[in-house]
């Protein structure tokens, strides 16, 4: 996961912990775009989910740094526009989701992120 807020990582954390016996995820968090890219570089994650909005690079550049990369990116924000969609799926993204502390909402990113997960795992 890569978000800014790493309140934002400890809720999908702590739902996550709760989803345990339905969905099994690993979670790694970067608090930076760059760091970020080292990371999804090195742990080949299943999965990233990716806030578009980064202090030091913005997700947007974090896609096009990924480009040709086996992971599905899910891209986040607090902002919901058509815009960052747009622009997010045309850079390569698989996915926008607004973000949400919803339970629901919660338990339907949950389900997004392990279907893409075993999506991955078919391709191999």
């Keep these: ?17 709760i989803m ?3 969905i099994d ?3 790694e968090y970067a608090s930076t775009g760059k760091e970020a890219l080292r990371k999804i570089a090195s742990w080949d994650p299943s999965v990233v989910l990716l806030d578009v909005f ?10 096009d740094g990924c480009e040709g990369g086996t992971a599905p990116i899910i891209v986040t924000s607090n902002t919901s526009t058509e815009d960052i969609r747009d622009c997010a799926l045309a850079r390569g993204a698989t996915a926008y989701i607004q973000k949400s502390n919803n339970p629901d909402d ?17 391709k191999h």
């Design 20 to 22: 345990e016996d339905e």
């Design 106 to 122: 919660m338990e339907r990113l949950f389900y997004i992120l392990a279907e893409l997960s075993d999506l991955k795992e078919i």
């Design 1 to 17: 996961m890569v978000d800014n807020h790493e309140s934002h990582y400890d809720c999908i954390r702590d739902f996550a912990d």
């Design 25 to 27: 995820l690993d979670c």
């Design 54 to 63: 980064m202090p030091d690079i913005n997700g947007y550049e974090i896609l």
